[in-house]
Nanobody, 117 residues
Framework: QVQVVESGGGLVQPGGSLRLSCAAS????????MKWYRQTPGKEREFVAL???????KYADSVKGRFTISRDSAKNTMYLQMNSLKPEDTAVYYC???????????WGQGTQVTVSS
């Protein structure tokens, strides 16, 4: 059973930083494209960033230059370093793992990020 589990959310002031983590179970992490999404009440879940198995990254325009996605294969963990946070970054952040070998998506339970003074 593949599981992905987020951690690291919390309350931060505007302009502050947070780092989210997403740990994937099993030995399949290197065969997964990893993504971050976020969602606010009443809105659809939106793409934030991705990193593929080769380390190639892509970001939503709204977070470019402020967020950095990375992965550590030795720890089976993906990270999202969020700097210069804005109130509009407030959302539940979800980790997604796409397993290349079977085309399946695996979602975490979400972690709340609140940017407020």
């Amino acid at each position: 059973q593949v599981q992905v589990v987020e951690s690291g959310g919390g309350l931060v002031q505007p302009g502050g930083s947070l780092r989210l983590s997403c740990a994937a179970s099993g030995s399949i992490f290197s065969d997964m494209m990893m993504k971050w999404y976020r969602q606010t009440p009443g809105k659809e879940r939106e793409f934030v960033a991705l990193i593929d198995s080769r380390g190639i990254t892509k970001y939503a325009d709204s977070v470019k230059g402020r967020f950095t996605i990375s992965r550590d294969s030795a720890k089976n963990t993906m990270y999202l370093q969020m700097n210069s946070l804005k109130p509009e970054d407030t959302a539940v952040y979800y980790c997604n793992g796409y397993l290349y070998r079977n085309g399946s998506d695996y979602w975490g339970q979400g972690t709340q990020v609140t940017v407020s003074s």
